[in-house]
């Protein structure tokens, strides 16, 4: 039987909400061939990101708009099929921006090897990819953590703050996590070890959060805006930083960002607020792999994966990233 591709593509930009299926066309397709220079991966797993709905929006952000009538854009673990680039063989386990189709064809200079005896071929979108990347540079690098300081991170039991929070308790830190509901916030103390872990949706989030945090926070990694930005904003000891990494809270609603309304408390804690893009630190990605795959290994870092099947699981996969519906790293097999 000849295969055939099957692909997700953007069929029109969204307005103001959570993505529906009308944004979406998913279809079967002819098999694409590689030229010269180019590579036919399998695709075996893509990963879903807060940030595509971003990408599908008009305008040039950090990146280019993803365009209306392309495969939707998503970084993928797959299998080579076929090469016509010196640095691939078939069989070869490869990253790449692959996005959301089960065959893509990729350049050999914008594929990555991967090595599947150091963590699983999904563990590779995770902790160890870009997810990863985020945490261990914008915690590091934009947060400056150090032993015995206060990390608190927002979407603490999600791909970016699950590892914030294990790398800042291995640093040795006090770390506070805040997360939607009992079972994610017992994951991310009794699995992830943080100290403690804020329920941000049930009552007296704020009061939770001050008590949790007794000598104040030295490092707040911002993954959501919103309350939780000013809650954090309002208990900042002298010198903090907050990371910005991201503001998932707007990303459908761009008017449910306002504020922060006390942001002065930057200036009464002598505070910075730093906002970062993971791609810049893809020459240092490499030193970042080694560590974080030496902690897999030891068991000092947990990594989860929630996984779906099948590329039309996409569209409400994707809408899941903003309720919270995903528990751990959203990944989908197409
Ligand atoms: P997650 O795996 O953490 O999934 C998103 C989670 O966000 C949900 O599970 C939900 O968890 C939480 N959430 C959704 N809506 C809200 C809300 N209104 N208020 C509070 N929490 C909410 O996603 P990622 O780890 O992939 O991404 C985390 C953040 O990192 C995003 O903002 C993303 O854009 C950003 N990012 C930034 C990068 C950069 O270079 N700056 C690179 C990669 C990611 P819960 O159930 O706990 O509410």
Not at 231 to 256: E, F, T, W
């Amino acid at each position: 039987m000849t295969e055939t591709n099957r692909t997700v593509r953007l069929a029109q930009r969204p307005g103001v909400g959570v993505p529906g299926p009308d944004t979406w066309t998913i279809a079967d397709e002819a098999m694409p061939e590689a030229s010269d220079g180019e590579v036919l991966v399998r695709v075996d797993y893509v990963s879903l990101d807060p940030a595509m709905r971003g990408w599908i929006n008009a305008g040039k952000s950090y990146i280019e708009p993803v365009e209306v009538g392309a495969v939707m854009r998503a970084g993928g673990v797959g299998e080579v099929v076929a090469s016509r680039h010196p640095g691939f063989n078939p069989g070869d386990a490869v990253e790449g921006m692959t996005g959301i189709q089960r065959f893509a064809v990729l350049p050999g200079r914008d594929l990555h090897a991967i090595d599947l005896s150091v963590a699983p071929a999904p563990t590779w979108l995770g902790v160890l990819g870009m997810p990863g990347m985020t945490a261990y540079f914008g915690l590091l690098d934009v947060g400056q953590a150090e032993a015995g300081q206060t990390v608190v991170v927002s979407a603490a039991s999600g791909a970016v703050g699950a590892l914030v929070g294990q790398i800042a308790r291995i640093r040795g830190c006090r770390v506070v996590g805040l997360a939607g509901g009992p079972e994610k916030c017992a994951y991310v103390t009794d699995t992830l070890g943080f100290d403690a872990c804020i329920d941000y949706k049930a009552e007296g989030m704020f009061k939770a959060l001050a008590a949790a945090v007794p000598d104040r926070i030295d490092c707040y990694f911002d993954n959501v805006g919103g309350p939780i930005l000013e809650a954090c904003l309002s208990l900042l000891n002298r010198r903090a930083r907050i990371v910005l990494c991201g503001a998932i809270a707007g990303y459908n609603d761009p008017s449910k960002l306002s504020g922060p309304r006390n942001y002065m408390a930057l200036l009464v804690a002598r505070a910075r607020m730093e906002g970062f893009v993971v791609f810049d630190y893809a020459d240092r990605f490499a030193q970042a792999q080694a560590e974080i795959g030496a902690w897999l290994k030891s068991g000092e870092v947990h990594a989860r994966e929630d996984i779906r099947e099948g590329l039309d699981s996409f569209p409400s996969a994707l809408a899941d990233l903003y309720s919270g519906g995903n528990f751990g790293k959203l990944i989908v097999r197409p």
